[in-house]
Structure formats: C-alpha cells, structure tokens
C-alpha cells in the first residue's frame, strides 16, 4: 500500500513539474515598450512546447488607468506552437499606455498566459516644429560660428530626425518629444558669401513622416548676427537688365526750309509745323521767323 502511495505521489509531482515548466508561453507581438498602428496589426503569440494540446489563444487590451480587460478576439493555433490574431487599431484614440495580454488554453482549460506593457497605438502622423532655440530664419553666420536646429513633435514621440541641405544631410537621434543638434556651417560644407536652406524630416516608430518648415541662413566671412534682410546671388544670366530709355532728336530745319516756311507762313497762312498757330499775327511771324533764320 505505501509503495502504491509513493508511486501515486511521484507520478503526481512529475505531472505538476510537467504542467509549470511545459507550455510556457510568450507575447511576440507586441513586445514592451513598442508603438502600433494600422487596421491589420498582427497579434502573436508562442509556445516553447505543446505538451498538452493547447488549440486556442485569446488576446485582451487594457488602457491606461484602467484595472479593466477588453477582449480583442480569439484565434486557433496557426501552427502548433504559434498563434496569430489580426487587430485593427484605427479605431482607438493615440494612447502611450495600452497593456495587451495573450491566454492561452485547450478543451480542458489548462491555461498559460503573457502580458506586454507600455504599448502605444499612434495612428496620428507626427508633427515638425521648430524649437524656439532653433536659428531665427535669415539669419547670418561665419564658417565657425555654432548655430541648433531643434524640433520638437506631439506627445506620441519620434524616432530621429534627419536634416537636409543644399549640400548635404545629418542625422539627430530622437529624445522622447523632440530632437536638438548644435552645428557650423564647416558642418555642412557650406562655402562663404551664399544662401543655404535648411529642412528637418521627422520619423515616428510606424514609419510616418513629415517634413518641417524651410529656414535659410547666410554665411559670410565676418562676424555673425540674425534678422538681415535676404538677398538673392544670381549669375549674370540671371539677371534682367534695366531697360534703357532715349528722347529722340527733333529733326533739324535747313536755312532754305526756314525761308520756305516764312513765305507760306507770311503770305498763304498755312502752318508748315503741326504746332504753329495759324492765326499769329503778321508781326509776331516775322519775330519768329528771324527766331528761327539764325536760332539754333
């Protein structure tokens, strides 16, 4: 009899050391800490082993602040160790504290379970703002004089930033909300005397981007400032030339037209020139004629 019992007992622990150490269960997807989006997110979870025949895996949610869980939905085993549920996520507002939970168990309800913390659903693409810290726009600066670019973004966070130029680009690792970066124009190659436009691209952990304002800045070989006035560098073929205006020569009388134009003036009292008044008087055409006979 107590040899029975020893056996029942022996075979007892290895059945519960079996049930805790087999079938152990992880939460692939989402892991801790990570962003999700889109309407076909794909929930996964697998098994180490599957000893006891588990078939089916359902997957809950919980928001922030809430002791509450929501189911999401239940799916059968893909294979026989792994589990996958799509979840559409478009519906739920940006939230930075979401908790998924995976259980998993067969027909006689032996049951495992994983947990993932600190997801974060953003379906929201992020936004570009530049920082107050950032270069005032038209702003003047030598080759070696330290100028920051900064962005800050909503509360969703971003992953980095990349900054683009006329002559090259630069990568900031992303902090939380925001990314700040301290350079020089020798940073970027940037040659003396010449205009330079500066534009951020900001990604988020899905993969959404967008692109900042445009800020310009000047280097020149002096000292630096900011708020001047822009000017434009054109080549020579860029600029339109001034047009250039003439007064056009009033025709010169000879002697003998003069003389002409006396006569037909004194006596026919037909005006040769269409400014003369026909109606002058004999005295005042013989003034204007000697006017005119030794005028220039």
Do not use: H
Request: hydrophobic share 30%; proline share 4%.
């Amino acid at each position: 009899m107590k040899n029975k019992l020893f056996l029942f007992a022996t075979m007892f622990l290895f059945l519960l050391t079996l049930v805790s150490s087999a079938n152990t269960v992880t939460l692939d997807l989402p892991a801790n800490d990570v962003r999700v989006s889109g309407a076909t997110y794909i929930l996964s979870a697998s098994l180490d082993t599957n000893t006891f025949n588990i078939t089916n895996a359902t997957f809950y949610y919980q928001t922030s602040g809430s002791s509450t869980w929501t189911l999401i939905g239940s799916t059968l085993n893909d294979s026989v160790t792994q589990f996958n549920l799509t979840w559409d996520t478009t519906s739920f507002t940006d939230d930075a504290n979401f908790t998924i939970n995976a259980t998993l168990s067969n027909e006689t309800k032996v049951t495992t379970t994983d947990t993932s913390t600190n997801i974060g659903i953003n379906n929201t693409s992020p936004t570009a703002s530049f920082g107050s810290d950032t270069f005032a726009n038209a702003s003047r600066f030598s080759v070696d004089n330290q100028f920051i670019i900064s962005i800050t973004t909503d509360s969703n966070g971003i992953d980095n930033c990349t900054v683009y130029s006329t002559t090259t680009t630069k990568s900031i690792t992303a902090s939380a909300n925001s990314c700040s970066a301290t350079y020089t124009p020798n940073d970027f190659s940037f040659a003396n005397d010449q205009n330079y436009n500066i534009t951020v691209e900001v990604f988020d952990g899905n993969g959404d981007v967008i692109n900042s304002s445009t800020r310009w800045l000047t280097v020149t070989g002096g000292s630096s400032g900011s708020g001047v006035s822009y000017v434009n560098t054109f080549t020579e073929s860029q600029v339109e030339p001034t047009p250039i205006t003439t007064t056009p020569e009033t025709p010169k009388i000879s002697f003998g037209e003069k003389i002409k134009n006396f006569w037909n003036n004194l006596f026919k009292g037909k005006p040769k020139s269409p400014t003369e008044n026909p109606k002058t008087p004999f005295e005042e055409k013989v003034k204007n004629f000697f006017s005119n006979l030794f005028g220039k």
